[in-house]
Nanobody, 124 residues
Framework: QVQLVESGGGLVQAGGSLRLSCAAS????????MGWFRQAPGKEREFLAT????????YYTDSVKGRFTISRLITKNTVYLHMKNLKPEDTAVYYC?????????????????WGQGTQVTVSS
């Protein structure tokens, strides 16, 4: 089994920045890709970014390109989402996910394990 634990969410003013972390554990943690998603109230879960665990591939949805950056630290089994120039519409619960079967996973169904989520609230 794989456990994912997000942290770093909170309340921030528009234009501000946050860094989310997702720490992974478990004897079977050998991901091909890690990803970040978010879900706002009344909306579907939205893909944000993915990174290949071996490095060399990153992909972002258009709405966050240039503002969000995904990175990973293999020695700590941790993936990060660096967010800047936050907007009120970025308010949501943010989830990280991992997959051990897909190298460039951009949809939720391709991921095997999910964290519990961390709330990000951006005030105007």
């Amino acid at each position: 089994q794989v456990q994912l634990v997000e942290s770093g969410g909170g309340l921030v003013q528009a234009g501000g920045s946050l860094r989310l972390s997702c720490a992974a554990s478990g004897r079977t943690f050998r991901p091909y890709s890690m990803g970040w998603f978010r879900q706002a109230p009344g909306k579907e879960r939205e893909f944000l970014a993915t990174i290949s665990w071996s490095g060399g591939f990153e992909y972002y949805t258009d709405s966050v390109k240039g503002r969000f950056t995904i990175s990973r630290l293999i020695t700590k089994n941790t993936v990060y989402l660096h967010m800047k120039n936050l907007k009120p519409e970025d308010t949501a619960v943010y989830y990280c996910a991992s997959t051990a079967t897909v190298t460039r996973a951009v949809v939720a169904a391709q991921y095997d394990y999910w964290g519990q989520g961390t709330q990000v609230t951006v005030s105007s």
